[in-house]
């Protein structure tokens, strides 16, 4: 029998079911790597980042690395004890649909392979960091007419050489994150408005996604570049519950690694502290700072009467990931900002080296990038702070 709203159900609340099939599938590896004869656990014979693999938005709580980290952040800004523990996963790096990818394979000593649309991918032996670096000037003016040159990256505080550069606005995997919780209820349209301003003024070969969520999250539209289907998933506003805003990110960001474009990007919308996640602002923050990692753009709407606390969590996501935290005083001011969005991300540099630092080694990477040039007295780069090796995940996790 036919139940009006029962597809729309189903497909939201079938989200959750990934989250728990995730974790049983977790289950019965371990299980069956421990009934492994040990004439097999030899290392040529394991899979590393194996106990990474089908991650659907949540850290499950894992052993913390023993290694030191060096210049990790400080208290309260760092990935608490028992969050998920990097494995050593050599993922290859630079990936990408044709036109998502610079075409120039001299600077990577990479090889073009085909692909079954006629393009080209690029995939490289050695393992590679790749950065994406928003500069501005005094006056906090984008700086875009830069150079290779004029870029010093640290990592670890030691200088890595840079192996490919390019200053071009190459398309983008964009999740919109919006909080649906009962306080935004007379907030959404004009959210919503801004949000479809930022996919206009954005590459019109991005891909973007929409996910909704209160003390759950929905993803109510797939990848795509049709502004009409963006527009009804965001229109699909219940406008109820607590605030899972952690549990959204982390799930959203391994929504981002089903895209083959490199480069990628959240926008985040919310009005209040989180109050209903599973996962730890610790542990969300630890999550976005995998290899390649999005940057995150986030807008806190909350008002003079919202604790210090929602502030600074918004603040250290957008920090760490090289984005920018925004706390208009106006509803009115969303829809420029969501403009402002757009504009940065279209005028990143993208920087990529081959850490000297061994790929066996583990912990926390500090990242640093400056840059000098002759015709400004004062350059800023913002990019992400740093990251942990071998947490990249391929196209595994995130919404279904």
């Known amino acids: 029998m036919y139940m009006p709203g029962l597809g729309t159900t189903l497909r939201r609340n079938r989200l959750a079911l990934v989250r728990v099939a995730a974790g049983l599938m977790l289950a019965v590896g371990v299980a069956a790597a421990q009934t492994t ?10 899979t590393p980042g194996g106990s990474q693999a089908g991650k659907s938005g949540t850290v499950p709580a894992q052993q913390a690395p023993a290694t030191t980290q060096p210049q990790q952040p400080s208290a309260g800004q760092q990935p608490a004890p028992g ?29 073009p392979v085909g692909n079954e649309n006629g393009g080209f991918v690029f995939r490289s032996e050695a393992r590679e960091v790749t950065l994406h670096a928003t500069v501005v000037d005094d006056r906090n003016h984008l700086v875009t007419n830069l150079d290779k040159a004029d870029f010093t990256v640290f990592e670890n505080d030691r200088p890595q050489t840079i192996k490919f550069f390019r200053q ?32 206009k003024a954005s590459n019109p070969e991005d891909q973007v996604f929409v996910v909704n ?7 109510d539209q797939d990848f795509t570049s049709d502004v009409k289907k963006l527009q009804a998933a965001l229109e699909h506003v219940e406008a109820r519950g607590g605030t899972a805003l952690y549990d959204a990110i982390v ?14 990007a959240l926008f985040v919308v919310t009005d209040g502290e989180d109050d209903a996640s599973q996962e730890s602002l610790e542990q969300a923050i630890q ?35 090289g984005g920018i935290a925004f706390f208009p005083p106006t509803l009115s001011e969303v829809d420029e900002i969501s403009r402002d969005i757009a504009h940065d991300i279209r005028n990143q540099y993208t920087i990529t080296y081959t850490p ?45």
């Open 83 to 111: 969050s998920a523990q990097p494995t050593q996963q050599t993922p290859p790096a630079n990936q990408s649909a044709p036109g998502g990818q610079p075409a120039n394979n001299q600077d990577q000593g990479q090889a």
């Open 287 to 321: 999550h976005l700072q995998k290899e390649n990692g999005p940057v995150v753009y986030t807008i806190g709407l909350l008002g003079e009467e919202k604790s210090r606390k929602a502030k600074r969590a918004l603040e250290l996501i957008a920090e760490r990931t």
């Open 213 to 219: 969520f209160n003390d759950e999250y929905y993803l």
């Open 356 to 400: 000297t630092t061994p790929k066996n080694v583990p912990g926390y990477r500090t990242i640093k990038v400056d840059a000098h040039a002759k015709m400004y007295k004062k350059l800023t780069v913002r990019t992400r702070s740093g990251y942990y090796p071998g947490q990249e995940q391929q196209g595994a996790g995130g919404l279904n």
């Open 37 to 46: 004869p040990p004439a097999q656990t030899t290392p040529s014979a394991q």
């Open 251 to 264: 799930a959203s960001a391994d929504e981002l690694m089903k895209s083959n474009l490199q480069r990628k």
């Open 168 to 199: 071009q606005d190459f398309p983008v995997a964009i999740g919109i994150v919006i909080d649906d919780s009962g306080s935004m209820r007379e907030k959404r349209d004009a959210v919503n408005k801004a949000a479809i301003n930022l996919v």
